[in-house]
Protein backbone atom coordinates (compact mmCIF):
# COMPACT_ATOMS: atom_id res chain seq x y z
CA UNK A 1 0.00 0.00 0.00
CA UNK A 2 0.99 3.73 -0.78
CA UNK A 3 0.09 7.01 0.52
CA UNK A 4 0.72 10.13 -1.34
CA UNK A 5 0.94 12.14 1.65
CA UNK A 6 1.09 15.54 2.99
CA UNK A 7 2.16 15.75 6.75
CA UNK A 8 0.94 19.55 7.17
CA UNK A 9 -2.80 18.55 6.08
CA UNK A 10 -4.85 16.91 9.00
CA UNK A 11 -6.91 14.89 6.28
CA UNK A 12 -3.77 13.22 5.22
CA UNK A 13 -2.36 12.23 8.60
CA UNK A 14 -5.60 10.92 9.99
CA UNK A 15 -5.67 8.58 6.53
CA UNK A 16 -1.88 7.48 7.53
CA UNK A 17 -3.13 6.56 11.04
CA UNK A 18 -5.81 4.94 10.04
CA UNK A 19 -3.92 2.80 8.02
CA UNK A 20 -1.33 2.38 10.69
CA UNK A 21 -4.12 1.23 13.13
CA UNK A 22 -4.76 -1.90 10.53
CA UNK A 23 -1.13 -2.92 11.37
CA UNK A 24 -0.28 -1.92 7.79
CA UNK A 25 2.90 0.24 6.97
CA UNK A 26 2.70 1.74 4.30
CA UNK A 27 5.10 3.29 1.77
CA UNK A 28 4.81 7.12 2.15
CA UNK A 29 5.39 9.69 -0.86
CA UNK A 30 5.53 13.21 0.01
CA UNK A 31 4.48 14.18 -3.10
CA UNK A 32 4.88 17.89 -2.60
CA UNK A 33 8.50 16.83 -1.94
CA UNK A 34 8.49 14.07 -4.80
CA UNK A 35 6.15 15.67 -7.36
CA UNK A 36 4.25 12.78 -9.26
CA UNK A 37 5.26 12.95 -12.82
CA UNK A 38 2.88 13.08 -15.89
CA UNK A 39 3.21 9.59 -16.36
CA UNK A 40 3.04 8.65 -12.67
CA UNK A 41 -0.34 10.68 -12.40
CA UNK A 42 -2.29 9.01 -15.35
CA UNK A 43 -1.58 5.67 -13.45
CA UNK A 44 -2.88 7.34 -10.38
CA UNK A 45 -5.55 8.93 -12.16
CA UNK A 46 -6.77 5.46 -14.13
CA UNK A 47 -6.56 3.67 -10.44
CA UNK A 48 -8.73 6.36 -8.66
CA UNK A 49 -10.76 6.27 -11.98
CA UNK A 50 -11.47 10.12 -12.45
CA UNK A 51 -10.15 12.66 -15.03
CA UNK A 52 -7.41 15.35 -14.05
CA UNK A 53 -10.01 18.13 -13.02
CA UNK A 54 -11.24 15.72 -10.60
CA UNK A 55 -8.18 15.77 -8.83
CA UNK A 56 -7.72 19.28 -8.37
CA UNK A 57 -8.21 20.84 -4.93
CA UNK A 58 -10.52 23.71 -5.41
CA UNK A 59 -9.73 25.47 -2.31
CA UNK A 60 -6.40 25.90 -2.62
CA UNK A 61 -6.03 30.08 -3.41
CA UNK A 62 -3.45 28.94 -6.33
CA UNK A 63 -6.92 27.37 -8.13
CA UNK A 64 -9.59 30.22 -6.69
CA UNK A 65 -7.14 33.19 -8.03
CA UNK A 66 -5.63 31.85 -11.39
CA UNK A 67 -7.36 28.26 -12.58
CA UNK A 68 -10.78 28.53 -11.23
CA UNK A 69 -13.41 28.67 -14.49
CA UNK A 70 -10.35 28.37 -17.18
CA UNK A 71 -11.12 25.27 -19.35
CA UNK A 72 -7.61 23.33 -19.68
CA UNK A 73 -7.05 19.86 -21.73
CA UNK A 74 -6.15 16.67 -19.36
CA UNK A 75 -2.76 17.03 -20.55
CA UNK A 76 -2.66 21.07 -19.63
CA UNK A 77 -4.26 19.91 -15.97
CA UNK A 78 -1.74 17.53 -15.73
CA UNK A 79 1.19 19.83 -16.34
CA UNK A 80 -0.87 21.75 -13.75
CA UNK A 81 -0.16 19.61 -11.23
CA UNK A 82 3.03 18.68 -11.82
CA UNK A 83 4.40 22.23 -11.99
CA UNK A 84 1.84 22.94 -8.53
CA UNK A 85 1.99 19.79 -6.52
CA UNK A 86 0.14 21.51 -4.16
CA UNK A 87 -3.13 21.37 -5.92
CA UNK A 88 -3.44 17.57 -6.22
CA UNK A 89 -6.01 16.37 -3.73
CA UNK A 90 -5.42 14.51 -1.31
CA UNK A 91 -4.59 11.87 0.28
CA UNK A 92 -4.56 8.97 -2.64
CA UNK A 93 -3.86 5.72 -1.58
CA UNK A 94 -2.86 2.82 -3.81
CA UNK A 95 -3.14 -0.60 -3.23
CA UNK A 96 -2.45 -2.88 -6.43
CA UNK A 97 -4.15 -1.48 -9.50
CA UNK A 98 -6.94 0.43 -6.95
CA UNK A 99 -6.83 4.18 -5.53
CA UNK A 100 -8.72 6.24 -3.35
CA UNK A 101 -8.52 9.46 -1.86
CA UNK A 102 -8.49 9.39 2.01
CA UNK A 103 -11.18 12.58 2.54
CA UNK A 104 -12.74 11.06 4.49
CA UNK A 105 -10.21 8.68 5.70
CA UNK A 106 -12.68 6.17 6.29
CA UNK A 107 -12.70 5.88 2.32
CA UNK A 108 -9.52 3.55 2.29
CA UNK A 109 -11.32 1.25 3.85
CA UNK A 110 -12.92 0.64 -0.11
CA UNK A 111 -8.96 -0.78 -0.46
CA UNK A 112 -7.93 -2.38 3.02
CA UNK A 113 -8.72 -5.77 2.01
CA UNK A 114 -8.81 -5.33 -1.90
CA UNK A 115 -7.00 -8.32 -3.18
CA UNK A 116 -4.31 -7.46 -5.97
Request: with cysteine; net charge positive.
Amino acid sequence: MTIYHNPRCSKSRETLALIQSKGIEPVIIEYLKNTPTVKELKQLLMKLNMKPQQLIRKSEPLYKEKLKDKNFTDNEWLKIMTENPILIERPIVVKGNKAVIGRPPENLLEIINYEL
